[in-house]
């Protein structure tokens, strides 16, 4: 019963590149979020997604980055011509229903991707 | 912003002494969780409170919460070095989209 699985877990990329970052969902989880931490801070919400459908992308950039979530496969955080200021590490969470209705169920994270822009 | 924010930033303790970190958030809110984050590492599900529980009890975890003052603290009692780690509080809001919004953090150090 795997978790939260995310690939890669480093990725360097230089100025310019596209980066894209994998992420699985727990088995039955179709709900999935995305959330960026910068060293010593918090994590900063980026975009909420369902099966198909982008549920809020409140905290996603408006250009550069972009995320799907396909009927089949992992979710995609993609970040073309990437900056030295998009290192960060990145986290993929996933619950089986969105929090706020099922308030039981918290997330389960996965163990990131750290980028870094050189 | 929703975004809570942690108090202290960052706490050095004795082992087997008692840590308590806060948290303070500004809607209202469906749940609050705290998380653990090792140096490096995936955030940890600690402990879940529903907006209408005021104590939360898990092993050597105690978590209150307290709504009319929107703030939600943590305790660990008799603290291990293990315990070293970044503690984070997220809230679900009662409106819009069911997302956590996580707080800044306290880092905690546990002196062996």
């Known amino acids: 019963n795997a978790g939260v699985m995310q690939n890669p877990r480093h990725l360097v990329r230089r100025r310019g590149q596209e980066a894209r970052l994998r992420c699985s969902p727990m088995k039955g989880h179709s709900h999935v979020y995305w959330y960026r931490q910068l060293p010593e801070e918090g994590l900063k919400f980026m975009v909420y997604?369902?099966?198909?459908?982008?549920?809020?992308e409140s905290g996603m950039p408006k250009e550069r980055f972009s995320a799907e979530f396909p009927k089949e496969g992992p979710s995609i955080l993609r970040i073309q011509q990437v900056v030295r200021g998009d290192s960060a590490a990145y986290f993929c969470?996933?619950?089986?229903?969105?929090?706020?209705?099922?308030?039981?169920?918290?997330?389960?994270f996965g163990s990131g991707t750290r980028l870094t822009v050189v | 912003s929703q975004q809570g924010e942690e108090d202290p930033q960052a706490l050095s303790i004795q082992e087997g002494e008692n840590a308590t970190m806060n948290c303070s958030y500004k809607t209202s809110i469906n749940n609050l969780q705290w998380y653990r984050q090792n140096s490096g590492r995936g955030l940890v599900h600690l402990i879940l409170i529903r907006s209408n529980e005021r104590e939360k009890h898990s092993g050597r975890l105690r978590v209150t919460l307290d709504t009319s003052k929107k703030s939600s603290s943590l305790l660990i009692t008799a603290s291990r070095a293990a315990d070293t780690a970044s503690y984070f509080c997220a809230t679900v809001a009662t409106s819009g989209t069911y997302k956590y919004i996580f707080g800044t953090g306290t880092r905690l150090k546990v002196l062996a």
């Open positions: 969470a996933s619950s089986p229903s969105p929090p706020g209705q099922s308030i039981n169920y918290g997330y389960t």
């Open positions: 997604l369902q099966k198909e459908n982008i549920i809020d």
